[in-house]
């Protein structure tokens, strides 16, 4: 079983940056395509990002395309996903999930099956 952190929230200024990190235990995480899905308060869950596990292909949501990316390093266990220009309309809690593939397009919830806990993402001025 995989066991999932994500880790660098907080808060920022509009058109700041932050850099989620999502690390692993119990597993090694190349084996997994890994996506990045974010909540905000009285919406559903949406996909954001997404990297293949071996070639490293991404995918992205349409409203974060451009000023996301998302990036993994094996010998660390980790994924990332570089936020610039950040918005408003970001905020969330970010959570970072495993599938065996991303599909096409954003990444889809029914794929994924080990999740993280969550690290609240707020921009505001």
């Known amino acids: 079983q995989v066991q999932l952190v994500e880790s660098g929230g907080g808060l920022v200024q509009p058109g700041g940056s932050l850099r989620l990190s999502c690390t692993a235990s119990?597993?090694?995480?190349?084996?997994?395509?890994v996506g990045w899905f974010r909540q905000a308060p009285g919406k559903e869950r949406e996909g954001v990002s997404c990297?293949?596990?071996?070639?490293?292909?991404?995918t992205y949501a349409d409203s974060v395309k451009d000023r996301f990316t998302i990036s993994r390093d094996n010998a660390k266990n980790t994924v990332s996903l570089q936020m610039n220009s950040l918005k408003p309309e970001d905020t969330a809690i970010y959570y970072c999930?495993?599938?065996w593939g991303c599909g096409y397009g954003p990444p889809a919830y029914s794929d994924f099956h080990y999740w993280g806990q969550g690290t609240q993402v707020t921009v505001s001025s």
């Open positions: 990297i293949t596990s071996s070639v490293g292909s991404t």
């Open positions: 119990g597993s090694s995480l190349d084996l997994y395509a």
């Open positions: 999930a495993t599938a």
